[in-house]
């Protein structure tokens, strides 16, 4: 034990000497000063701010959220008395755009108006309906990947149809308004007329229509 | 080590813990508090709906 308490002496009478310089002084100072103000930086004064800020940054927001929410809430009760307006009236909606393809709907409808309007239907055809977006073989690539971004991107999906008709150019012209008059949405994509059969006084014309029906995605 | 180099060294420490300090503060600052489902939640709509669509529909054959 004895050598170690003569060290110890020594050392600090050695300290206090090293102490006494002015310059070391001022160094031990600055260099002590730095390294509180860092440890206190970062258990302290950092979790503080950050605290302080991120409670501000939540007030702020949410009187933000609040507004809008409020904003929303309007816009429903509005939307609800404007649903109150129209709701006996809803079911046209659902005629123009079912949930449904409906396809015997669809051709029970054509074949009727075909009948009505004394025309005869000598074709008609429902094309392939593809529930799950796949792309259209006859198309470019690039046509293709716009196709099927467009078509995910929105809410209804629509299917094709063919159908010909043989009538008078009356009862040809009645049909088609028909056709285009009916509740459900439906767009003419080609119309193509030929002369009809000879044989009944060559007054009879065809009439090739394609077009497209939609209905809702689920 | 020198009692100048000590003290680069503590002046470094320093800067650093200062730059942490602000950008961390600078980061809460920024960052909104609103999760993006709420802000789904928050997103207007039109409560405008056109009558006459319905009007022109009834006109039209079943």
């Known amino acids: 034990m004895f050598p170690i308490q003569i060290n110890q002496a020594n050392y600090t009478q050695r300290l206090k000497v090293f102490l006494q310089s002015e310059e070391i002084k001022a160094y031990t100072m600055a260099i002590l000063s730095f390294f509180a103000i860092s440890f206190f930086a970062v258990f302290a004064i950092k979790p503080?701010?950050?605290t302080f800020f991120s409670l501000r940054r939540q007030i702020q927001d949410y009187e933000e959220f609040d507004k809008q929410l409020e904003d929303k809430i309007n816009m429903l009760l509005k939307a609800q008395e404007q649903y109150q307006l129209y709701k006996n009236n809803t079911f046209l909606l659902s005629q123009a755009l079912p949930t449904e393809p409906q396809f015997t709907y669809l051709i029970k409808k054509i074949e009727k108006i075909s009948e009505e309007t004394k025309t005869e239907l000598s074709r008609l055809e429902i094309n392939e309906v593809?529930?799950?977006n796949s792309p259209d073989k006859t198309k470019s690539t690039e046509d293709l990947s716009n196709t099927k971004l467009q078509s995910e991107n929105r809410d209804y999906q629509s299917f094709g149809f063919q159908t010909e008709i043989n009538g008078s150019y009356q009862d040809s012209e009645t049909f088609l308004k028909r056709l285009m008059n009916t509740r459900?949405?439906?767009?003419?994509?080609s119309l193509k007329m030929g002369k009809g059969d000879l044989e009944t006084g060559g007054e009879k014309i065809i009439?090739?229509?394609e077009g497209e029906t939609y209905f809702l995605k689920k | 080590m020198k009692s100048k180099d000590w003290l680069i060294l503590s002046i470094i420490t320093f800067l650093t813990v200062l730059s942490w300090t602000?950008?961390?503060v600078y980061h809460t600052v920024v960052t909104s508090t609103i999760t993006p489902v709420d802000k789904e939640l928050v997103k207007p709509i039109s409560p405008e709906f056109d009558g006459g669509i319905l009007f022109n529909l009834q006109q039209k054959e079943e």
């Open chain 1, 48 to 50: 503080t701010l950050t």
């Open chain 1, 184 to 189: 459900r949405i439906i767009s003419l994509l």
């Open chain 1, 130 to 132: 593809d529930f799950i």
């Open chain 2, 22 to 24: 602000v950008y961390d």
């Open chain 1, 207 to 209: 009439i090739e229509v």
